[in-house]
């Protein structure tokens, strides 16, 4: 993948289940936040084996072949992935770009050969990076 950056892993909960968190220690060495201005977000919900809310091996199998697909989004500094939360019947991506029409557009050509996944997939406009400033903020320890 493009990043040099390592990926901080933690554990939370939510709503008494337990939550995987995944965030880029830091943003990308020599880019400018604010030319990839535009947030992308995936969520897959998927329903949990037992209480614990996380996915079972077939769905997790699913989504590690549908996040391989991803990696190419990331060659060549067009955009960033940047944050990945796993639990509660829910696993969701967070994408930086520069233009989040091109990247769907590139996204749709890396999975035509994939199945239909059960995605919802989010455009925001998040110049300042806000929404992975705080979940670093939140994460302890950091």
């Known amino acids: 993948m493009a990043q040099e950056n ?8 939510q ?3 337990p939550v995987i ?3 880029m220690s830091s943003v990308p060495r020599g880019i400018k936040t604010e030319e990839f201005s535009k947030l992308v977000s995936i969520f897959w919900e998927y329903r949990s084996p037992n209480d614990a809310g996380m996915p079972d091996s077939d769905t997790n199998e699913q989504q590690l072949t549908f996040e391989s697909a991803l990696e190419a989004l990331a060659e060549g500094g067009y955009s960033y992935p940047m944050i990945v939360v796993t639990g509660n019947g829910v696993k969701e991506w967070h994408w930086y770009t520069k233009d989040s029409q091109a ?10 050969d994939h199945p239909t996944y059960p995605l919802a997939i989010e ?5 300042e990076w806000s ?4 979940f670093l903020s939140g994460i302890s320890g950091r």
């Open 6 to 13: 390592d990926w901080l892993i933690a554990e939370a909960e």
């Open 15 to 17: 709503d008494g289940k």
């Open 21 to 23: 968190l995944r965030a």
């Open 103 to 112: 990247w769907m557009d590139r996204l749709n050509e890396q999975l035509k």
């Open 123 to 127: 455009l925001s406009d998040d110049p």
């Open 131 to 134: 929404l992975y400033h705080s």
